[in-house]
């Protein structure tokens, strides 16, 4: 949601097909090229990730958010691991929501560094590891946490299904993995409307 390059690069609306190369929003570009890209991308936006999420998702983000944390059913006695958790919504949610202790990871310091400095201002601090993990190889031991979520992070990560090994490695017997991530328009009649605000409105929101 923060930059058109990125947005709606669904993991499972992939244009890469070649063994090489892999999606970055709807273009193809070289699989060694592509976290350098996404690194650049929230680099730059970290500032402003929050603002944009609101304005470029005119808040619907925090709607979907909201549902997502219930899903999770958070529990005092449960752990949460946060991949590409950015600026801390999911993981601030999980807290607030009865959860136990939680790892807000990403692979970028500077969007890490704006969420541990908004979980100061929130009180949260106390609850919450921040950490720099690529999802792609995540630093714990097997069967070690609760929970594990990744929000509109996933389509972010190279190698998808290093995450998805990585998640089940890391979660208890009994954990479970919850990713929220673009997909299809299910109301047909939403489409052309949700295909001009992708793909008119969005990029020019991004450059602005
Ligand atoms: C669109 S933001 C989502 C942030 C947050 N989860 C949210 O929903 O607001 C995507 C995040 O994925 C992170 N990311 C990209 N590749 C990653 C990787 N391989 N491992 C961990 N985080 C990654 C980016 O740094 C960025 O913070």
């Not at 690069?9 to 699989?31: I, K, L, M």
């Not at 970028?108 to 601090?125: E, F, P, Q, W, Y």
Request: proline residues 5%.
């Amino acid at each position: 949601m923060t930059d058109s390059a990125e947005h709606n690069a669904s993991p499972f609306q992939s244009s890469a097909h070649a063994e090489d190369t892999t999606d970055f929003g709807y273009r193809s570009v070289p699989r060694g090229q592509k976290k350098t890209m996404v690194r650049e991308v929230f680099e730059s936006v970290a500032g402003k990730y929050d603002i944009m999420n609101d304005v470029m998702s005119l808040g619907i983000h925090r709607v979907w958010k909201r549902i997502f944390v219930g899903m999770l059913n958070p529990r005092p006695n449960m752990k949460l691991l946060d991949l590409a958790g950015g600026t801390g919504d999911i993981t601030f949610g999980w807290l607030r929501a009865g959860g136990g202790p939680a790892i807000l990871s990403d692979i970028n310091a500077a969007m890490l560094s704006v969420g541990r400095d908004r979980a100061i201002k929130a009180g949260l601090i106390g609850k919450i590891e921040v950490c720099v993990v690529d999802a792609e190889a995540i630093p714990l031991p097997d069967c070690s946490v609760d929970r594990v979520t990744i929000a509109f992070g996933l389509r972010n990560c190279t190698d998808k299904e290093a995450v998805l090994r990585e998640a089940r490695r890391v979660l208890k017997p009994g954990g479970r993995f919850f990713c929220l991530e673009f997909s299809q328009v299910e109301v047909a009649a939403l489409a052309p409307i949700y295909d001009m605000w992708s793909f008119q409105v969005l990029p020019k929101m991004g450059q602005i």
